[in-house]
């Protein structure tokens, strides 16, 4: 079964440069939506460990997130946000604005009159 969901390289270096005190780890501030997370029949293509970028980014967002041993990111897009478009890939960028977690799915449309909620949780 393919994975669609990944932490990217450059978010990997990041953490363990920190985890060894070379760096602090920058805070995950936002949500990037994009529409190239499935291929021209629909079918969802697993992103790569080394992107540094949606496939085609739309969107980015900031979000709110609750921690204990759960970090939950979430966005909420509303009614006008989007619009018409075919949301197909999710990512969390951090406070240098690096995409650090990629998760793509079917596409799901986005009406003008309702408001959709995204959310990623990260799991310790």
């Known amino acids: 079964m393919a ?3 990944i932490i990217t390289k450059s978010a990997r270096k990041k953490m363990v440069q920190a985890r060894a005190g070379a760096i602090t780890l920058p805070k995950i501030v936002g949500m990037a939506f994009g529409s190239g997370g499935v291929d021209s029949a629909g079918n969802v293509i697993s992103p790569s460990e080394t992107q540094t970028a949606l496939k085609k980014e ?11 041993t759960t970090c939950r990111y979430e966005c909420t897009l509303g009614e006008s946000e989007l619009a ?3 949301i197909s890939e999710i990512g969390l960028y951090d406070a240098n604005g690096d995409i650090v977690c990629i998760k793509t799915f079917t596409r799901k449309g986005k009406d003008n009159d309702i408001e959709m909620t995204y959310t990623l949780d990260d799991v310790f």
């Open 3 to 5: 994975q669609n969901v």
């Open 58 to 68: 739309l969107l980015r967002k900031p979000i709110s997130f609750i921690t204990e």
């Open 84 to 86: 018409g478009q075919y």
